[in-house]
């Protein structure tokens, strides 16, 4: 029997035959007589023809001439059909192509990100809210009719198409996930056209050819998210795998295309920067020598777990700054964003370069900027920034004298400042009213230099911190979860404490505390239970409720308690007054959790983890950690009447919409959610938009000895409880008052804030506002 594959052709044949047939003997009967001939022959002929040509020709007379004739038609009509088959294939398989995104990427000066995790999508977003700055800065007729006239981007990024490249999704399933995120941003289809502003392609990322494929020797920024492929080789790889395998391969194949080319010194795109997502401190990430022509680094690895575990540990003495940092970074509204200091306009008379040649506090006092406000400025030339002593970046030495291509950094929904004529009538009347506010301030001592923190914090109530869960990175490095306690304690007031909760014993956080050098306090704390605690058992300081006891449901709970007889000692953090001390609990065990508040009982504060120690969780099973810790917190407090300030991470968006936490209070900020994944999406397209700017950035979420801090002041400082006074006018105070090294950068109430509002915006203080500011203390 013939092959199934050949039967279609063999069923066309037939049919085709059938029907010639079929007209050849109706041709008999009504076509002209001159051609008819009379025979069945003739008639097949001229029906043939007409099928293959459209149309025939009576000349061949003979038998042997309508033969050849016949087989020339066919060959014709043969040759013709492999073409358009081959054609058709050939099309196909370029269609196919582009959909696979296996085609080459014809692009020069682009935004590559290779590889793809939790992050990669946000990242995508935050670097397109970038591009909607910059196009509606040129939206304007006469910038769309005459070119010379359009804004000169802030950043490469603003203006670049984005490629993204890896081979762990399809482009189909790249193309879907960034259509969603978009429209859950509300970023406009014009703004971010698939296939033109953002082009998505497959391929490893870790091969020289599919780098070339993407243009990646071309493009001028590139982000490396390669933490997913890297944790999936350490699950599968045993003890032989190194750390950050997929990320060190991604960026020696890209090194390798960028400078394998012999005119590499000439074709080196100057603007190149390469940002490095990693999960862990990498300490020879640097040895790859992924060094510019004049001698720039261009590698900028960014370990995302130490700012995101300091920002968790900052918020439990600052309530409300996982917000606000969030809200920096943020492209899409009121964000830190930089500028040279001759591409920006201002003065009263709105001149270009206007900066230059002014200090530090002159711009912020006079720029007149209506739609942004000037919070530091960084010299490229000599790198300088607050660690090596200068005091450059945000906060900046009031002193200084910006020059030409200084970059200023200042906080706008966009990325060109623009002058307000109502700003500049406005300066001397803001003036007047800062001079009482200045007043009022030095009378109470000017509590905002740094020997004054101290006596701030000793006029607070104590906080009692309760840490619930660990990190697996702090097993490998102890030394980092020593300086988050370190920053957390300095924050607090003096008789403060903090507690861990985890499964770590106590004897392995003993030896922990003995390695970090914490001076362990003799004197024994309240009896640690050991056992469950009866439910009906009333906590320490609380209202607990006999009759609520659910001992009739669970008689296996209604254990005695015991006592432990080698009871665990707290230790001092260095520095500080506060101490510490750690229970030994299943933070998502209810009644383990309820036995910590049983023995200690004084808990205001939670950060709340959804890691353990030693095993990576994927991100529903953390978020789902936390959501069960915080109703585990909530029925406690219930129970004990009280209220809670929570901080916890969350990796998925609505996560923070969905947890219930313990109550707050009507006066107290709202839970504090770090989103893990924003954060690190935010930080890296921060730095891959403005690399220079991030070790300024940085210091925000990682303070130091002398880094500005996020202050929240109260307006009873400055005597506004009670009043309508402008916006401006507490700017222009603060500045005064702090030497030009404080900025007031908005305002905001339990836990909302407003970010740069109007310079001339009345605000009707309250005991309930908080004065948004950055303060560099070392300096003032």
């Given at each position: 029997?013939?092959?199934?594959?050949?039967?279609?052709?063999?069923?066309?044949?037939?049919?085709?035959?059938?029907?010639?047939?079929?007209?050849?003997?109706?041709?008999?009967?009504?076509?002209?007589?001159?051609?008819?001939?009379?025979?069945?022959?003739?008639?097949?002929?001229?029906?043939?023809?007409?099928?293959?040509?459209?149309?025939?020709?009576?000349?061949?007379?003979?038998?042997?001439?309508?033969?050849?004739?016949?087989?020339?038609?066919?060959?014709?009509?043969?040759?013709?059909?492999?073409?358009?088959?081959?054609?058709?294939?050939?099309?196909?398989?370029?269609?196919?192509?582009?959909?696979?995104?296996?085609?080459?990427?014809?692009?020069?000066?682009?935004?590559?990100?290779?590889?793809?995790?939790?992050?990669?999508?946000?990242?995508?977003?935050?670097?397109?809210?970038?591009?909607?700055?910059?196009?509606?800065?040129?939206?304007?007729?006469t910038r769309r009719l005459f070119p010379w006239t359009r804004a000169i981007p802030s950043t490469?990024?603003?203006?670049?198409?984005?490629?993204?490249?890896?081979?762990?999704?399809?482009?189909?399933?790249?193309?879907?996930?960034?259509?969603?995120?978009?429209?859950?941003?509300?970023?406009?289809?014009?703004?971010?056209?698939?296939?033109?502003?953002?082009?998505?392609?497959?391929?490893?990322?870790?091969?020289?050819?599919?780098?070339?494929?993407?243009?990646?020797?071309?493009?001028?920024?590139?982000?490396?998210?390669?933490?997913?492929?890297?944790?999936?080789?350490?699950?599968?790889?045993?003890?032989?795998?190194?750390?950050?395998?997929?990320?060190?391969?991604?960026?020696?194949?890209?090194?390798?295309?960028?400078?394998?080319?012999?005119?590499?010194?000439?074709?080196?795109?100057?603007?190149?920067?390469?940002?490095?997502?990693?999960?862990?401190?990498?300490?020879?990430?640097?040895?790859?020598?992924?060094?510019?022509?004049?001698?720039?680094q261009c590698l900028y690895a960014q370990d995302m777990s130490l700012a995101i575990n300091t920002?968790?540990?900052?918020?439990?003495?600052?309530?409300?700054?996982?917000?606000?940092?969030?809200?920096?970074?943020?492209?899409?509204?009121?964000?830190?964003?930089?500028?040279?200091?001759?591409?920006?306009?201002?003065?009263?008379?709105?001149?270009?370069?206007?900066?230059?040649?002014?200090?530090?506090?002159?711009?912020?006092?006079?720029?007149?900027?209506?739609?942004?406000?000037?919070?530091?400025?960084?010299?490229?030339?000599?790198?300088?920034?607050?660690?090596?002593?200068?005091?450059?970046?945000?906060?900046?030495?009031?002193?200084?004298?910006?020059?030409?291509?200084?970059?200023?950094?200042?906080?706008?929904?966009?990325?060109?400042?623009?002058?307000?004529?109502?700003?500049?009538?406005?300066?001397?009347?803001?003036?007047?009213?800062?001079?009482?506010?200045?007043?009022?301030?030095?009378?109470?001592?000017?509590?905002?230099?740094?020997?004054?923190?101290?006596?701030?914090?000793?006029?607070?109530?104590?906080?009692?911190?309760?840490?619930?869960?660990?990190?697996?990175?702090?097993?490998?490095?102890?030394?980092?979860?020593?300086?988050?306690?370190?920053?957390?304690?300095?924050?607090?007031?003096?008789?403060?404490?903090?507690?861990?909760?985890?499964?770590?014993?106590?004897?392995?956080?003993?030896?922990?505390?003995?390695?970090?050098?914490?001076?362990?306090?003799?004197?024994?704390?309240?009896?640690?239970?050991?056992?469950?605690?009866?439910?009906?058992?009333?906590?320490?300081?609380?209202?607990?409720?006999?009759?609520?006891?659910?001992?009739?449901?669970?008689?296996?709970?209604?254990?005695?308690?015991?006592?432990?007889?080698?009871?665990?000692?707290?230790?001092?953090?260095?520095?500080?007054?506060?101490?510490?001390?750690?229970?030994?609990?299943?933070?998502?065990?209810?009644?383990?959790?309820?036995?910590?508040?049983?023995?200690?009982?004084?808990?205001?504060?939670?950060?709340?983890?959804?890691?353990?120690?030693?095993?990576?969780?994927?991100?529903?099973?953390?978020?789902?950690?936390?959501?069960?810790?915080?109703?585990?917190?909530?029925?406690?407090?219930?129970?004990?009447?009280?209220?809670?300030?929570?901080?916890?991470?969350?990796?998925?968006?609505?996560?923070?919409?969905?947890?219930?936490?313990?109550?707050?209070?009507?006066?107290?900020?709202?839970?504090?959610?770090?989103?893990?994944?924003?954060?690190?999406?935010?930080?890296?397209?921060?730095?891959?938009?403005?690399?220079?700017?991030?070790?300024a950035l940085s210091e925000l979420i990682m303070p130091g000895t002398k880094s500005p801090e996020?202050?929240?002041?109260?307006?009873?400082?400055?005597?506004?409880?009670?009043?309508?006074?402008?916006?401006?006018?507490?700017?222009?105070?603060?500045?005064?008052?702090?030497?030009?090294?404080?900025?007031?950068?908005?305002?905001?109430?339990?836990?909302?804030?407003?970010?740069?509002?109007?310079?001339?915006?009345?605000?009707?203080?309250?005991?309930?506002?908080?004065?948004?500011?950055?303060?560099?203390?070392?300096?003032?």
């Amino acid at each position: 029997p013939p092959p199934r594959e050949n039967t279609r052709f063999y069923i066309l044949m037939f049919i085709s035959a059938v029907l010639v047939l079929a007209f050849a003997i109706l041709w008999i009967y009504v076509g002209p007589e001159h051609e008819m001939g009379g025979d069945l022959w003739t008639a097949v002929f001229m029906v043939f023809q007409t099928v293959l040509a459209g149309g025939y020709n009576a000349t061949p007379v003979t038998s042997v001439e309508r033969l050849v004739f016949f087989f020339m038609m066919t060959l014709g009509v043969l040759i013709m059909s492999i073409l358009i088959g081959l054609v058709c294939e050939v099309v196909e398989d370029y269609m196919q192509a582009l959909n696979d995104g296996k085609t080459i990427v014809v692009e020069s000066g682009h935004t590559l990100v290779l590889g793809w995790n939790e992050a990669t999508a946000r990242v995508i977003c935050q670097c397109a809210f970038l591009r909607r700055v910059f196009q509606k800065l040129n939206e304007t007729p006469t910038r769309r009719l005459f070119p010379w006239t359009r804004a000169i981007p802030s950043t490469p990024v603003a203006n670049a198409p984005i490629v993204v490249m890896n081979n762990q999704h399809s482009k189909a399933e790249m193309q879907a996930i960034m259509i969603a995120t978009f429209a859950a941003r509300n970023l406009e289809h014009k703004y971010a056209r698939m296939g033109l502003d953002v082009v998505f392609r497959t391929g490893d990322p870790a091969n020289n050819h599919d780098l070339v494929r993407v243009a990646a020797h071309k493009a001028t920024s590139v982000v490396i998210m390669m933490t997913e492929t890297d944790s999936q080789e350490k699950e599968t790889g045993g003890g032989g795998v190194v750390a950050h395998p997929a990320t060190i391969r991604t960026i020696l194949a890209l090194r390798n295309v960028i400078y394998s080319n012999g005119w590499a010194a000439l074709t080196f795109n100057m603007n190149l920067r390469v940002v490095v997502h990693l999960e862990s401190d990498c300490k020879f990430i640097n040895a790859m020598d992924f060094i510019a022509p004049d001698g720039r680094q261009c590698l900028y690895a960014q370990d995302m777990s130490l700012a995101i575990n300091t920002l968790l540990f900052y918020c439990a003495a600052k309530p409300g700054l996982s917000r606000l940092i969030i809200g920096l970074l943020n492209f899409e509204g009121q964000a830190l964003r930089c500028r040279p200091s001759w591409q920006i306009k201002g003065g009263p008379n709105n001149e270009a370069n206007w900066c230059t040649g002014k200090t530090v506090r002159d711009a912020m006092l006079n720029n007149c900027w209506g739609n942004a406000v000037l919070v530091g400025c960084d010299d490229l030339a000599q790198k300088a920034n607050s660690n090596d002593g200068q005091g450059q970046g945000i906060a900046a030495d009031p002193d200084y004298v910006i020059k030409r291509t200084d970059v200023l950094i200042f906080i706008s929904t966009s990325s060109s400042p623009v002058v307000s004529k109502d700003v500049a009538g406005l300066r001397q009347m803001l003036d007047e009213e800062a001079k009482p506010l200045v007043t009022m301030n030095k009378m109470q001592t000017s509590i905002l230099d740094t020997a004054a923190k101290a006596k701030i914090l000793k006029t607070k109530p104590e906080q009692h911190v309760l840490v619930l869960g660990w990190r697996p990175e702090w097993n490998a490095t102890p030394q980092r979860f020593g300086n988050r306690l370190k920053d957390i304690a300095s924050g607090l007031p003096p008789g403060s404490t903090v507690t861990t909760a985890n499964d770590m014993a106590h004897e392995d956080m003993a030896h922990l505390m003995s390695v970090l050098g914490f001076e362990n306090v003799d004197e024994p704390k309240t009896s640690l239970v050991a056992g469950n605690v009866p439910l009906g058992t009333p906590l320490p300081g609380g209202t607990g409720d006999s009759s609520e006891s659910s001992t009739e449901h669970s008689p296996e709970k209604t254990v005695a308690p015991e006592a432990e007889e080698d009871l665990p000692s707290a230790w001092i953090i260095p520095g500080t007054s506060i101490t510490f001390d750690h229970f030994s609990a299943n933070p998502v065990n209810y009644l383990e959790l309820r036995n910590v508040f049983f023995n200690k009982g004084d808990f205001n504060t939670a950060i709340v983890l959804g890691t353990v120690g030693g095993e990576r969780l994927p991100s529903h099973t953390r978020d789902s950690r936390v959501m069960s810790m915080m109703l585990e917190l909530r029925a406690i407090t219930m129970e004990r009447g009280e209220v809670m300030h929570i901080i916890a991470e969350n990796m998925v968006d609505q996560t923070a919409v969905l947890a219930l936490g313990p109550q707050t209070g009507i006066h107290s900020f709202e839970p504090d959610f770090v989103n893990t994944q924003a954060i690190v999406a935010r930080c890296i397209a921060m730095n891959l938009g403005y690399p220079f700017m991030w070790e300024a950035l940085s210091e925000l979420i990682m303070p130091g000895t002398k880094s500005p801090e996020v202050e929240f002041l109260e307006p009873v400082l400055f005597g506004l409880v009670g009043q309508k006074t402008s916006f401006g006018a507490v700017h222009r105070a603060l500045l005064q008052l702090t030497n030009g090294r404080g900025l007031v950068v908005g305002y905001g109430m339990r836990g909302s804030f407003t970010l740069n509002p109007n310079l001339g915006t009345q605000i009707e203080w309250s005991k309930h506002h908080r004065i948004v500011a950055i303060i560099r203390r070392g300096f003032v």
